[in-house]
């Protein structure tokens, strides 16, 4: 197993840094409390690179940021050991299997997920994971699919599967902070096998959803899908108290290394319960050519199409322990500070007139809500001003942030206003015509806003982050005037 380097690098001048406080032990929920000057300790040692650039991260909903010593650490591992395709009886290879065990051994622990219960699939990312769901799914005609109107893309294309096969589609609506209402009414009792999908945190709004909505769909007879990508890195999800059916997952947006490994978690009952429409190298027992017949594996091995990527996955074990020696709870306050400091800031500026410079959407306090902050800049008329006008300037003054709609139609199309009518006819003519989000604006009349910047916190942002962000938009006072 690759120990965390975060845990060896200088821990004994770390611990004197930090008042005799030590990393070690820390745990998933709870252990020692890191305040701020261990929060600013850890950012110097491992995320250095930040100040020496000059630049301000502010995009943790897109990736988290590694730490210096995980990627040491990796490369370190990979120098001094050989390693081989997996699917083999070889000394490289059972090295390798081993690897990959200790890596699905440690993603259920952290999780608190019981082995004889759930599974880790590897995947590229959490929407590959979604997929290995959406395509195995036994739909029917009868079967009912409910997603949220605040799911990431990569679960409303679910819907296109569950259509094909004869499932009726419903989407829970959104109220005005962008949280789901009237579950009720959605998750009617299915007759069928059926499908809730819903983010645990919208990646669009950082609204957390109630996690109590699992064993209210199972409950009226469906599965259920979490995508705990957004909420995971900041917050400890407990598989032996919440029992969703699959729970899908990127690791770089929890740690930021190794980028292109992803899990779904799945309970084994589930798992077996899919019926795949395909098979590959690695996923079967045998096939035959002269008889078209094949055996597929049991578990997760039956979902793993090809090699799995062993290198990378030895990189996983290392981003775990860091999370689980910061504490997410820990993770959590600081990232909850932080946002409520944001919020405030930004609520805080005006035009000299004393219109607001800025509207969010979504949360205004922090009450089950995550780091992930969307907004648009406002003219001294009230109008939004064009999110790609936010994001040059940013880019001038070196502080990533995001702009768009960020793959989340539902959450966009609900903050925004969206007319239905006439947002069905412009996107018709997108179909003829071709799509930009400026001939969607243009078409739409100009008046509605067609998308907005979006700011995320995480471990090492600090103030001075936000402040330069601040920054930007008090720096857009005078054009937005005009």
Same mark, same amino acid.
């Given at each position: 197993?690759?120990?965390?380097?975060?845990?060896?690098?200088?821990?004994?001048?770390?611990? /004197?840094?930090?008042?005799?406080?030590?990393?070690?032990?820390?745990?998933?929920?709870?252990? *020692?409390?890191?305040?701020?000057?261990?929060?600013?300790?850890?950012?110097?040692?491992?995320?250095?690179?930040?100040?020496?650039?000059?630049?301000?991260?502010?995009?943790?909903?897109?990736?988290?940021?590694? /730490? %210096? =010593?995980?990627?040491?650490?990796?490369?370190?591992?990979?120098?001094?050991?050989?390693?081989?395709?997996?699917?083999?009886?070889?000394?490289?290879?059972?090295?390798?299997?081993?690897?990959?065990?200790?890596?699905?051994?440690?993603?259920?622990?952290?999780?608190?997920?019981?082995? &004889?219960?759930? %599974?880790?699939?590897?995947?590229?990312?959490?929407?590959?994971?979604?997929?290995?769901?959406?395509?195995?799914? +036994?739909?029917?005609?009868?079967?009912?699919?409910?997603?949220?109107?605040?799911?990431?893309?990569?679960?409303?294309?679910?819907?296109?599967?569950?259509?094909?096969?004869?499932?009726?589609?419903?989407?829970?609506?959104?109220?005005?902070?962008?949280?789901?209402?009237?579950?009720?009414?959605?998750?009617?009792?299915?007759?069928?096998?059926?499908?809730?999908?819903?983010?645990?945190?919208?990646?669009?709004?950082?609204?957390?959803?109630?996690?109590?909505?699992?064993?209210?769909?199972?409950?009226?007879?469906?599965?259920?899908?979490?995508?705990?990508?957004?909420?995971?890195?900041?917050?400890?999800?407990?598989?032996?108290?919440?029992?969703?059916?699959? *729970?899908?997952?990127?690791?770089?947006?929890?740690?930021?290394?190794?980028?292109?490994?992803?899990?779904?978690?799945?309970?084994?009952?589930?798992?077996?319960?899919?019926?795949?429409?395909?098979?590959? $190298?690695? /996923?079967? %027992?045998?096939?035959?050519?002269?008889? @078209?017949?094949?055996?597929?594996? /049991?578990?997760?091995?039956?979902?793993?199409?090809?090699?799995?990527?062993?290198?990378?996955?030895?990189?996983?074990?290392?981003?775990?322990?860091?999370?689980?020696?910061?504490?997410?709870?820990? *993770?959590?306050?600081?990232?909850?500070?932080?946002? *409520?400091?944001?919020?405030?800031?930004?609520?805080?500026?005006?035009?000299?007139?004393?219109?607001?410079?800025? +509207?969010?959407?979504?949360?205004?306090?922090?009450?089950? @809500? &995550?780091?992930?902050?969307?907004?648009?800049?406002?003219?001294?008329?009230?109008?939004?001003?064009?999110?790609?006008?936010?994001?040059?300037?940013?880019?001038? +003054? $070196?502080? =990533?942030? +995001?702009?768009?709609?960020?793959?989340?139609?539902?959450?966009? %199309?609900?903050?925004?206003?969206?007319?239905?009518?006439?947002?069905?006819?412009?996107?018709?003519?997108?179909?003829?015509?071709?799509?930009?989000?400026?001939?969607?604006?243009?078409?739409?009349?100009?008046?509605?806003?067609?998308?907005?910047?979006?700011?995320?916190?995480?471990?090492?942002?600090?103030?001075?982050?936000?402040? @330069?962000?601040?920054?930007?938009?008090?720096?857009?006072?005078?054009?937005?005037?005009?």
């Amino acid at each position: 197993m690759l120990s965390a380097p975060f845990a060896r690098a200088g821990a004994e001048a770390a611990d /004197t840094a930090l008042g005799g406080v030590s990393i070690a032990g820390a745990s998933l929920g709870d252990g *020692v409390l890191r305040d701020d000057a261990w929060f600013a300790a850890l950012r110097a040692r491992e995320f250095g690179r930040l100040d020496r650039s000059g630049e301000a991260y502010l995009d943790y909903t897109g990736s988290a940021l590694y /730490t %210096e =010593s995980h990627v040491r650490g990796h490369l370190e591992l990979l120098a001094g050991s050989v390693l081989g395709n997996p699917h083999s009886q070889s000394v490289a290879s059972l090295r390798s299997s081993e690897i990959i065990e200790d890596a699905r051994r440690l993603t259920l622990a952290f999780f608190s997920a019981d082995p &004889g219960e759930y %599974e880790v699939v590897f995947t590229a990312n959490a929407s590959g994971a979604i997929r290995l769901v959406a395509e195995a799914f +036994r739909f029917q005609a009868g079967s009912r699919l409910v997603l949220a109107a605040d799911n990431h893309n990569s679960v409303n294309g679910i819907r296109e599967l569950a259509r094909a096969r004869g499932a009726d589609v419903v989407y829970a609506r959104l109220d005005d902070e962008l949280r789901l209402q009237g579950m009720d009414r959605s998750l009617t009792r299915a007759m069928a096998p059926s499908l809730f999908a819903f983010p645990a945190q919208s990646n669009f709004s950082g609204v957390q959803h109630p996690l109590g909505l699992i064993d209210a769909a199972q409950r009226a007879g469906y599965a259920v899908l979490l995508d705990a990508a957004a909420f995971v890195p900041t917050n400890a999800l407990r598989l032996d108290a919440v029992r969703p059916e699959f *729970v899908a997952l990127s690791f770089y947006k929890m740690f930021g290394y190794p980028t292109g490994i992803g899990a779904l978690i799945a309970r084994r009952d589930a798992l077996a319960a899919l019926v795949r429409p395909w098979f590959a $190298g690695g /996923t079967v %027992e045998f096939v035959s050519t002269q008889h @078209r017949m094949h055996m597929l594996k /049991t578990g997760a091995e039956a979902f793993e199409d090809g090699t799995p990527n062993f290198a990378s996955i030895a990189a996983v074990p290392a981003g775990l322990e860091l999370l689980g020696e910061i504490g997410l709870a820990n *993770v959590k306050r600081r990232v909850g500070q932080l946002t *409520v400091h944001l919020l405030a800031e930004l609520a805080s500026l005006r035009h000299p007139d004393g219109h607001a410079m800025t +509207r969010v959407y979504g949360p205004t306090n922090n009450h089950a @809500r &995550g780091g992930t902050v969307a907004f648009n800049v406002l003219d001294r008329f009230g109008r939004a001003v064009p999110y790609q006008q936010v994001e040059r300037v940013a880019l001038e +003054r $070196g502080v =990533s942030i +995001r702009g768009g709609c960020f793959c989340n139609p539902g959450a966009a %199309e609900r903050a925004f206003g969206f007319p239905a009518a006439e947002a069905a006819a412009c996107m018709e003519r997108a179909r003829r015509e071709g799509f930009s989000v400026e001939k969607f604006g243009e078409c739409l009349g100009g008046s509605v806003a067609v998308g907005a910047v979006r700011a995320s916190v995480g471990i090492a942002t600090n103030e001075a982050d936000v402040a @330069r962000l601040i920054e930007c938009v008090r720096a857009m006072r005078t054009g937005s005037d005009s």
